[in-house]
């Protein structure tokens, strides 16, 4: 009878001791399966994050593109330099358009330049003229001003302009505008545009060109 009481027992106690070994493997698998949940959650939060690293590359690349971009919008120009300057000729100006920075594209002013008359601070728009005149040259007589936009100026007289106001032309320098005034001395008044064909060097296209810009 003992015996069986023992035995029992014995059983009772190898359930219980199989239970808690069972208990103990659940409650080790569930805190595994928290932890790796816990884990993968906190490398989620740490891939959302702003890495000061990254967003300090981002914030540089967005200024450099603002101002490449800033940049190509800038509009480029074009102007006539004429006059006494060191290298006339038509340039292109971008980045604050001023008549001194054209002039400085343009050589500078000769040792014989008047810049009195010119206003350097003058802002520029596509097509202005810029006139640099010389010491002693006399001024146009409408008053023009030394710095002009040729859409904004009135048609040329061909019979009535100076020197300096034919230079305003496109295409005619100093030589071709002393040669027009020679021509018209020699032959009398123009009676019509096309005469300029007498000019050397002045053909039917430029003709073409100036003859908006010229009246007789």
């Known amino acids: 009878m003992i015996d069986q009481i023992l035995a029992i027992k014995e059983k009772i106690l190898a359930y219980r001791f199989i239970k808690w070994v069972i208990s103990g493997i659940m409650l080790i698998l569930v805190l595994g399966i928290y932890a790796i949940y816990m884990l993968s959650h906190q ?3 740490t891939s959302v994050k702003t890495d000061p690293s990254k967003e300090a590359r981002k914030a540089t690349m967005t ?19 004429k006059g006494a300057v060191k290298r006339p000729g038509v340039y292109n100006v971008v980045d604050n358009p001023r008549a001194q920075k054209a002039i400085a594209q343009a050589g500078g002013i000769t040792s014989e330049a008047d810049i009195t008359t010119v206003n350097l601070a003058q802002k520029m728009s596509d097509g202005t003229v810029i006139y640099v005149p010389n010491k002693n040259e006399p001024q146009p007589n409408n008053e023009r001003t030394v710095i002009a936009k040729k859409s904004d100026s009135a048609k040329i007289n061909l019979n009535t302009a ?7 032309l496109e295409g005619i320098g100093a030589k071709k505008a002393e040669q027009i005034i020679a021509y018209r001395e020699t032959h009398g008044h123009f009676k019509d545009v096309t005469e300029l064909k007498g000019i050397p060097g002045i053909g039917d296209k430029r003709i073409e060109s100036l003859k908006d810009k010229l009246l007789v």
Do not use: G, R, Y
Not at 63 to 81: C, G, H, L, P, Y
Not at 162 to 168: C, D, K, R, S, V
């Open 43 to 45: 490398q989620e939060l």
């Open 63 to 81: 200024n450099a593109s603002t101002e490449i971009k800033s940049q190509s919008s800038d509009a480029v120009i074009m102007v006539d330099v």
């Open 162 to 168: 100076t020197a300096n106001e034919l230079q305003m």
